[in-house]
């Protein structure tokens, strides 16, 4: 990907002004680096190596070279405060512009884009990844500028005051520099294996946790002990690899630095008894190699740092490449229904899949009116889910087209489209927030009284009430307090509330006990009245209660009709009522 | 010094692992009292260089150390000496501080890892209570942050403040024989510096915390919403999201610049301090230059000794701050090491004996349980079940079915009553036969992440290829394993999301089967299948079942007809089954 940063740079393009002042700081910052051993070379040079003994006028000097030190460190120290704080303002608006960006984009791409990858991976490249635009300039541009200035001042004082002290700096700079390169990599590799088995005990800790009572209920925690044993081993071996590198690195940065603060020492040493330097001039060397390292430490970094934000940036940029997305047409129209009534929905020789070559539904037509229930029965995989969800635009069909109020859909405008249909989804998903904010999800302005009305047609505000604090009650994890029923239930009252013209219903209540079930179908017989319903049951008493039956297999509709017609047609529904009146336990349970 | 006792009695669970280190204990003392020293010698070389090379020596210091060495008179030779010494000083400084870097960490990075090790094991051997009670991200936070409490314990409670003590011993004692006055004045500076670290660490520190909130509310909103994308494309949610993204971004942001500028005073403040420590020992000791007292390379060594100093004394007056830091970490740790939401094992447990492919008998005597106290969820459950027997319980949503069976697994122990297996109380039984003899098939089939293979061997990870190749057939598995791209190697996606609900269930079914126990829990195993599933299900049940004893959870009826007994729960009591309620 070439240009990457300048494609990063129209997400995070400082003002010109900005960066100016921002270069002006880390110029003067340098100036002070190099300017902050010299106060100590006056006092020595001008004050002390003088001869005339204590006087007022030397005690004077010696005041405000002592006050100088200060001084210099303020002016530095200031100039590095508000070069941070205009870099941390705005590094973090690109982070956050960028973060909003990716993250609106990945709302709107498509299903089919959001099942091939994982949650975490997406998750990470919002939050983590959309730094890259900071770290371009965070951790690249501005460490290199600095370490250049400074660097090319120091070298110039230098070769003023002695040019072979300088070429002898420079003799420790450059094997210095090498050696910092060098050790890099494997150090970074040593940290990365060790973050990597630490991710493993991490992934084990975590798979165990969230699953517990499987793990007691299959005696699973010696075996458990054991691989967190062996791992947290490794854990400790490339702990210990790390800690050796960079024990290594440190040894010998530091018998080079220390071999060239001796030959400063020597040469310089020399040069003092020659006459040609002055004592304090050695201090300043002295000083500078000292100073050397930061800079040079900063370098070698940066071509591993760019890479790695290169990395994040080709991660941020590949998202936002995607175009997986169903769209809206410019001029989409709106769709009005009023409230309560349903719209004729046309499924029109539908073709559709997930995987390129490999159709899940082949030429289904269909068609539902106002005021209709369609029962979609037949085998797991049949495509009943897939067809049901070209409804709401999750996908759009290969071939084909779905049609609401006669209008393809794919020219009406999404957010109207999606209003008018509400889904009751197979595994109801619901979020830790309340209860309340649970059945609004879907119309965040709803009151409280409609969110309790919606609740008790679903047969949900009994166990709602039971809870310890009604509606305001959070729901865990994955919704882990409630049964599987009573999830359901809230996932139909959701839908309910939205007040759509065409309802959804992906085996409404396959996790509800017959009890339940009857009231929550009852409950559905009235809502959906005036409405068009599709329904997807595996259970008899929901399919008996539709007008139609559709009867699904291999992605093609094999059977359409009502109940009684199916009933002796010969076809899948009947032996599917004959499995269900007499039953696999007929044959002997235990 | 009460109150130092009563927190040591609270670190003791932690301090446990330390006293396991204990051998690296003289390395770590003698290697951090003989590096300080290096410390202290290494700016002489520098002395010699400009007192004894360079300026020679006019002044009448106190105590002249370099008299007692023996150097040489020619200056050309002095540097070359000068050059040499400090070389090896600097290398051998270098050398001792890694040596004694290497023992402290290894010996700090086993007693993180032990104390990970064993929150790890109580926290899966700890009730679903308890874990009901904690996320599993909080849990995973203490086991990886927190368990590191254990090392800043010891690091700031004794190997921190002895290094300190050994470079104040060390520098101090040569700079006091140099010019005590001066020294003095060095020291001056070292409380206000621990003031200032003090103040603003705190405040650091919950600025640090807001943003970690933030941030971590930033990140549950992406994950939340990317996780369920279909939820949000078909209510339409995508707008309110974003706002509430920007929302959050916008406070992230005035939040960190606030963060920012905090440091940077502080930075600020301490770099001020003490460069106008080092001005106050440049004019003072410039003045006593003037006047002989010192001379210029003696200066020159206490401005090296005044930062050394200086860090050393205020990192002393930290110490009680770093310990403070971690007092929420160590009570996170302690409060795992002490839970006792736990059944125990009986120390004279008995074993429990049956034989491959039959049951054992199952009885619930007067059990009574509840998960929070007060609140009972089974009352007076009476229920017994022969070896071989079929039994069917029935009831609505709630009634304390699942609660019931979790019993027979000793998940929980029961608040009065007792369960029995095979005429034992399960309590007076080991728990690890317990726990064999009784195989679930749970409502929601947990899968985990790994292989096809690895899930169905999940409760007995030494079964075979083979072993299991046959409980995938007799759970009508192995046909839609066969169709996996990587057969019984093939990984499952995150909560098995690429497998059908019946798919799940079966392999859930082969697990159990691979178990050979006696028991079998089937809770409501068909209830989100088609009826051809529904079909292949049930037959791979009945092959389960087949001479074991056998507890099924169903809400239909015809499921269960054929079951040796019917019992019926509702509001956590058995009640008559009412023929008609239950009717398809």
């Not at chain 1, 609740?455 to 865990?476: C, K, N, V």
């Not at chain 2, 290494?42 to 150097?71: F, Q």
């Not at chain 2, 122990?413 to 690890?432: H, I, T, Y």
Request: glycine fraction near 6%; hydrophobic fraction near 50%.
């Amino acid at each position: 990907m070439r240009f990457w940063w300048l494609r990063l740079l129209r997400y995070a393009r400082p003002s010109i002004r900005t960066l100016a002042f921002i270069l002006a700081l880390v110029l003067l910052g340098s100036a002070v680096t190099a300017l902050a051993p010299w106060p100590m070379k006056w006092l020595v040079d001008r004050v002390l190596r003088q001869p005339g003994g204590i006087t007022h006028a030397r005690i004077v000097q010696a005041a405000w070279l002592a006050a100088a030190t200060v001084a210099i460190f303020l002016i530095g120290q200031l100039a590095l405060i508000a070069r941070n704080y205009l870099l941390n303002g705005f590094g973090n608006r690109a982070t956050y512009t960028l973060g909003a960006r990716l993250f609106d984009h990945l709302q709107a791409l498509s299903v089919l884009f959001h099942t091939k990858r994982a949650a975490a991976d997406l998750v990470r490249r919002v939050t983590t990844d959309s730094a890259c635009a900071r770290e371009l300039l965070l951790s690249v541009v501005i460490p290199v500028a600095t370490s250049v200035t400074t660097l090319v001042i120091m070298f110039a004082v230098m070769l003023r005051m002695d040019w072979a002290l300088a070429l002898i700096s420079i003799a420790v700079v450059v094997p210095l520099g090498l050696l910092i390169k060098a050790s890099y990599v494997p150090m970074s590799k040593r940290a990365r294996e060790q973050q990597e088995t630490e991710t493993e005990l991490m992934t084990l800790a975590e798979r165990t946790l969230s699953s517990v009572p499987v793990v007691q209920m299959f005696g699973r925690e010696k075996y458990n002990d054991e691989v967190f044993a062996a791992t947290s081993q490794r854990a400790i071996l490339a702990y210990v690899a790390t800690i050796l590198a960079q024990l290594q690195f440190k040894i010998r940065t530091g018998t080079v630095t220390a071999v060239g603060t001796a030959a400063i020492m020597t040469v310089g040493g020399l040069h003092v008894l020659d006459g040609t330097l002055s004592l304090g001039g050695l201090l300043v060397f002295l000083a500078y190699l000292g100073s050397l390292y930061t800079p040079l430490e900063a370098l070698a970094y940066v071509s591993t740092t760019l890479s790695s934000t290169r990395a994040n940036a080709e991660r941020v940029l590949e998202v936002l490449d995607s175009t997986e997305q169903v769209r809206e047409k410019p001029d989409a129209r709106p769709l009005s229904a009023g409230h309560g009534e349903g719209l004729i929905v046309t499924f029109e020789d539908v073709t559709f899949g997930y995987e390129k070559d490999q159709p899940v539904l082949r030429g289904v037509s269909l068609q539902a009116r106002p005021g209709e229930m369609v029962a979609l029965i037949g085998p797991t995989g049949a495509g009943k889910s897939t067809l049901l969800s070209l409804l709401p635009r999750l996908f759009d069909p290969w071939e084909g087209r779905v049609c609401l109020g006669g209008i393809d859909i794919r020219d009406l405008r999404i957010a109207d489209l999606r209003q008018a249909v509400a889904v009751v989804p197979q595994e109801p998903v619901l979020l830790p927030v309340s209860v309340a904010e649970n059945i609004g999800y879907g119309r965040p302005d709803a009151s409280r009284k409609e969110i309790e009305a919606a609740a008790q047609a679903a047969h949900a505000s009994e166990f709602i009430d039971r809870m310890p604090l009604g509606y305001a009650t959070l729901i865990g994890e994955r919704g882990a307090t409630l049964s599987a029923g009573q999830r359901q239930r809230i996932a139909i009252a959701r839908a309910l509330l939205r007040n759509a013209a065409v309802l959804v219903l992906d085996e409404p209540t396959s996790a509800l006990d017959a009890e339940s079930e009857k009231s929550v179908m009852e409950a559905l017989a009235k809502l959906r009245q005036g409405r068009t319903c599709f329904v997807i049951a595996h259970r008899l008493s929901t399919i008996k209660a539709a007008d139609r039956i559709v009867v699904i297999e291999n992605g093609r509709v094999v059977e359409c009709g009502t109940p009684l017609q199916l009933a002796g047609s010969g076809g899948l529904y009947q032996r599917f009522l004959e499995l269900q009146t007499t039953p696999a336990g007929s044959a002997r349970v235990g | 010094m009460n109150g130092f006792s009563a927190k040591l009695q609270e670190w003791r669970p932690l301090l446990k692992y330390a006293a396991r280190q204990w051998r690296a204990l003289p390395a770590i003392l003698v290697l951090t009292t003989v590096g300080p020293l290096f410390t202290s010698l290494a700016p002489w070389p520098l002395k010699i260089l400009v007192d004894r090379a360079l300026v020679g020596t006019n002044t009448r210091e106190a105590v002249s150390l370099l008299d007692r060495l023996p150097l040489p008179a020619d200056k050309k030779q002095l540097i070359l000496v000068a050059a040499g010494a400090s070389v090896v000083l600097f290398v051998l400084g270098i050398l001792l501080e890694a040596a004694s870097t290497w023992v402290w960490s290894l010996a700090g990075q086993r007693m993180v890892r032990e104390l990970a090790f064993d929150l790890f094991a109580k926290l899966q051997r700890l009730n679903p209570t308890f874990h009901h009670k904690h996320t599993v991200g909080d849990l995973l936070s203490r086991l990886t942050g927190d368990a590191w409490s254990a090392y800043t314990l010891v690091d700031g409670l004794l190997i921190t403040p002895w290094q300190n003590v050994a470079t104040l011993v060390w520098v101090g004692a040569l700079a006091w024989m140099m010019d005590w006055k001066l020294t003095l004045l060095s020291l001056a500076l070292a409380p206000a510096l621990a003031f200032t670290a003090r103040s603003f660490g705190r405040r650091i520190k919950r600025r640090a915390k807001q943003g970690r909130q933030n941030e971590s509310k930033l990140f549950s909103l992406v994950h939340q919403t990317l996780t369920i994308i279909p939820i949000v494309q078909t209510f339409g949610t995508q707008t309110r999201n974003r706002e509430q993204f920007e929302q959050l971004a916008d406070s992230a942001i005035s939040i960190s610049q606030r963060q920012s500028l905090l440091k940077n005073t502080y930075s600020l403040v301490t770099g001020v301090l003490t460069t106008t420590g080092v001005a106050i020992v440049l004019f003072v000791g410039a003045r006593r230059v003037m006047t002989g007292a010192l001379s210029i390379g003696s200066l020159l060594v206490f401005v090296a000794y005044l930062k050394s100093m200086q860090a050393a004394a205020s990192g002393l007056l930290q110490t009680h701050g770093a310990i403070k830091s971690i007092e929420a970490s160590v009570e996170r740790v302690t409060e795992i090491l002490n839970a006792t939401e736990q059944v125990q094992e009986r120390p004279d447990a008995k074993r429990l004996d049956w034989r491959s492919g039959q049951g054992i008998a199952v009885r619930f005597e007067n059990v009574t349980f509840g998960y929070d106290k007060d609140r009972a969820v089974l009352h007076k459950v009476n229920l017994q079940a022969s070896a071989g027997e079929t039994v069917a319980i029935v009831g609505p949503t709630g009634a304390g079915k699942s609660t019931l069976l979790s019993l027979l697994s000793r998940l929980f122990d029961p608040s009065e009553g007792k369960v029995m297996l095979g005429g034992v109380d399960v309590r007076d039984l080991r728990l690890e036969d317990v726990r064999k003899a009784v195989a679930v098939v749970p409502q929601e089939p947990l899968l985990l992440p790994i292989s096809v293979a690895d899930n169905i061997a999940y409760g007995r990870p030494d079964a075979t290829r083979a072993e299991i190749m046959a409980a995938a057939e007799t759970a009508h598995a192995s046909e839609f394993i066969e169709r996996m791209p990587q057969k019984y190697d093939t990984i499952i996606g995150e909560r098995g999301a690429t497998l059908s609900a019946g798919q799940r269930q079966r392999i859930a079914i082969a697990r159990a089967i691979i178990r050979d126990a006696a028991v079998l829990v089937l809770d409501e195993p068909t209830s989100a299948l088609d009826a051809e599933s529904e079909k292949l299900v049930m037959d791979a049940v009945r092959r389960l079942c087949a001479g074991r004893t056998c507890f099924m959870i169903a809400h239909r009826l015809w499921t269960v007809q054929a079951a040796d007994q019917i019992i019926s729960l509702e509001h956590g009591r058995v009640v008559e089954p009412v023929a008609g309620a239950v009717a398809t």
